[in-house]
C-alpha cells in the first residue's frame, strides 16, 4: 500500500531542513507528499523541491492552503490559482465560508481550526461535500500539540465529524501537519492515532492511502495539455 | 475462564532531540501517556512493561496485552516529549512473542540491506 502525506509544512527557505524533512517522510514508508505553497511562489523554487524529493524517491505535490475572509476571497482565490495547484485546501474561519468551499468543485480539502467552536462541519456541509469533491482533512500534528482540556474538545469534535462524514460518504484526509522531523509518525502510528476518535482502521488507512492519491490523480489529469471537461480529452 | 493474558511485544524506536533518554524516561512516558488518554483503567489494563532498552540506539521492546493494543499504539504515537526534549517514538514491529518479533526484524533489517 502506498501512502500519501499532504501536509508536511517544510520550512521553504531552509533547504537543509527541508531535505532533512522529505527525508524522513521517505524514510517513515511515504511515496507522496503535498508541501503548503504561497501563491506567489516562483517556479525555481518549486522546481528544487521537487528535485529534493525525486532524490528520495516522493512524489511531490504543490498545495495551496486558502485561509480567506469572506466568500468573495475565496471565489477569487480559487480563480487565480486553483489551475497553479495540484491540491487546494480551504481553512474554514467561519459558515458562510465552509458552505461555499464544501460546494465548490475547486476545493478539495476541507480544514477547520482546532476551537470546538470554529468547527463548522456540520450535516449541511457534509451533505454539500459529498456531491462537490471536497474531502474533509484531519491533521495529526493538532492531536499531538494539543493537551488537556483542549484536546478532549478536539477528539469530541473530530468524532462527531467523523461519523457524520461516514455517514454522507465524504472521503476523509489525514495529514501529518508536521512543522519539524519529530512530528512526523509512520502511516501506521498516524492511522493508529485514530483510535482516539473511534475512526475504523481500514477508513483511517484509506485516508493515508486512496483518498489523497485520488485528489492528487484527478487533479493531475485536470491539469493535463489535453483535458477538456470530465470524460473529454483531446487525443 | 481465561487460562493465561494473550499479550502483544511491540518493537519501537526512540528519536530524541539531543541527548537520549535513559529506560525509565522512556517507560514513564509511555505510561504517562496511556493514563492521559485512556485513563487509570486503562493503564490497568494495558499490562505495560518495557522488556528492554538500549540508550546507545535508542531502540527497545515494549509488551502489552493484546486487547489493548490500539490503545498502546495511540498512545506512544502521541508522544512528543521525553523529559521536555522534542521526541517521536516509532512502531518498528508488532508481535506475539519476543522469539517471532526478533525474527520480523531480522527479516526487514536484511530486506533493507539487500
Given at each position: 500500500m502506498k501512502f500519501s502525506d499532504l501536509h508536511l509544512r517544510v520550512p521553504i527557505n531552509d533547504m537543509n531542513q527541508t531535505r532533512r524533512m522529505i527525508a524522513k517522510s521517505s524514510e517513515l514508508g511515504y511515496s507522496q507528499i503535498g508541501v503548503p505553497l504561497p501563491s506567489g511562489i516562483k517556479q525555481d523554487v518549486v522546481d528544487q523541491l521537487r528535485q529534493a524529493s525525486e532524490e528520495f524517491s516522493v512524489d511531490f505535490v504543490t498545495r495551496l492552503d486558502l485561509a480567506p475572509k469572506s466568500v468573495n476571497e475565496l471565489l477569487g482565490s480559487l480563480r487565480r490559482f486553483r489551475r497553479r495547484f495540484e491540491v487546494v485546501s480551504v481553512l474554514c474561519g467561519s459558515k458562510p465560508l465552509a458552505r461555499q468551499a464544501a460546494k465548490d468543485?475547486?476545493?478539495?480539502m476541507l480544514s477547520f481550526p482546532t476551537e470546538s467552536r470554529k468547527r463548522f462541519f456540520d450535516w449541511a456541509e457534509a451533505e454539500l461535500a459529498s456531491k462537490s469533491s471536497a474531502t474533509l482533512e484531519i491533521e495529526m500534528s493538532q492531536i499531538m500539540c494539543l493537551e488537556g482540556f483542549l484536546r478532549v474538545n478536539f477528539l469530541s469534535c473530530l468524532r462527531r465529524e467523523v461519523a457524520r462524514a461516514k455517514s454522507f460518504g465524504v472521503p476523509v484526509v489525514i495529514s501529518s501537519g508536521a512543522t519539524e522531523v519529530l512530528l512526523l509518525r509512520k502511516p501506521q502510528d498516524c492511522a493508529s492515532l485514530t483510535f482516539l476518535f473511534d475512526m475504523d482502521a481500514p477508513l483511517a488507512l484509506e485516508a493515508l492511502s486512496r483518498n489523497p492519491y485520488a485528489i492528487v490523480e484527478r487533479n493531475r489529469v485536470k491539469q493535463s495539455?489535453?483535458?477538456?471537461?470530465?470524460?473529454v480529452r483531446i487525443i | 475462564m481465561t487460562r493465561y493474558v494473550r499479550r502483544r511485544y511491540l518493537a519501537l524506536k526512540v528519536e530524541c532531540g539531543e541527548t537520549a533518554p535513559d529506560r525509565d524516561a522512556v517507560s514513564e512516558v509511555v505510561w504517562k501517556a496511556v493514563l492521559r488518554l485512556f485513563g487509570e483503567v486503562g493503564v490497568s489494563q494495558a499490562g505495560l512493561y518495557l522488556v528492554h532498552f538500549d540508550e546507545k540506539t535508542g531502540h527497545g521492546v515494549l509488551r502489552c496485552s493484546h486487547k489493548a493494543l490500539p490503545m498502546v499504539r495511540a498512545a506512544i504515537a502521541s508522544v512528543t516529549k521525553i523529559e521536555s526534549q522534542p521526541t517521536a517514538i516509532h512502531v518498528l514491529r508488532v508481535s506475539g512473542s519476543l522469539k517471532a518479533l526478533s525474527r520480523k526484524i531480522a527479516r526487514t533489517t536484511v530486506e533493507v540491506e539487500l
Amino acid at each position: 500500500m502506498k501512502f500519501s502525506d499532504l501536509h508536511l509544512r517544510v520550512p521553504i527557505n531552509d533547504m537543509n531542513q527541508t531535505r532533512r524533512m522529505i527525508a524522513k517522510s521517505s524514510e517513515l514508508g511515504y511515496s507522496q507528499i503535498g508541501v503548503p505553497l504561497p501563491s506567489g511562489i516562483k517556479q525555481d523554487v518549486v522546481d528544487q523541491l521537487r528535485q529534493a524529493s525525486e532524490e528520495f524517491s516522493v512524489d511531490f505535490v504543490t498545495r495551496l492552503d486558502l485561509a480567506p475572509k469572506s466568500v468573495n476571497e475565496l471565489l477569487g482565490s480559487l480563480r487565480r490559482f486553483r489551475r497553479r495547484f495540484e491540491v487546494v485546501s480551504v481553512l474554514c474561519g467561519s459558515k458562510p465560508l465552509a458552505r461555499q468551499a464544501a460546494k465548490d468543485h475547486r476545493v478539495d480539502m476541507l480544514s477547520f481550526p482546532t476551537e470546538s467552536r470554529k468547527r463548522f462541519f456540520d450535516w449541511a456541509e457534509a451533505e454539500l461535500a459529498s456531491k462537490s469533491s471536497a474531502t474533509l482533512e484531519i491533521e495529526m500534528s493538532q492531536i499531538m500539540c494539543l493537551e488537556g482540556f483542549l484536546r478532549v474538545n478536539f477528539l469530541s469534535c473530530l468524532r462527531r465529524e467523523v461519523a457524520r462524514a461516514k455517514s454522507f460518504g465524504v472521503p476523509v484526509v489525514i495529514s501529518s501537519g508536521a512543522t519539524e522531523v519529530l512530528l512526523l509518525r509512520k502511516p501506521q502510528d498516524c492511522a493508529s492515532l485514530t483510535f482516539l476518535f473511534d475512526m475504523d482502521a481500514p477508513l483511517a488507512l484509506e485516508a493515508l492511502s486512496r483518498n489523497p492519491y485520488a485528489i492528487v490523480e484527478r487533479n493531475r489529469v485536470k491539469q493535463s495539455p489535453g483535458y477538456v471537461v470530465p470524460g473529454v480529452r483531446i487525443i | 475462564m481465561t487460562r493465561y493474558v494473550r499479550r502483544r511485544y511491540l518493537a519501537l524506536k526512540v528519536e530524541c532531540g539531543e541527548t537520549a533518554p535513559d529506560r525509565d524516561a522512556v517507560s514513564e512516558v509511555v505510561w504517562k501517556a496511556v493514563l492521559r488518554l485512556f485513563g487509570e483503567v486503562g493503564v490497568s489494563q494495558a499490562g505495560l512493561y518495557l522488556v528492554h532498552f538500549d540508550e546507545k540506539t535508542g531502540h527497545g521492546v515494549l509488551r502489552c496485552s493484546h486487547k489493548a493494543l490500539p490503545m498502546v499504539r495511540a498512545a506512544i504515537a502521541s508522544v512528543t516529549k521525553i523529559e521536555s526534549q522534542p521526541t517521536a517514538i516509532h512502531v518498528l514491529r508488532v508481535s506475539g512473542s519476543l522469539k517471532a518479533l526478533s525474527r520480523k526484524i531480522a527479516r526487514t533489517t536484511v530486506e533493507v540491506e539487500l
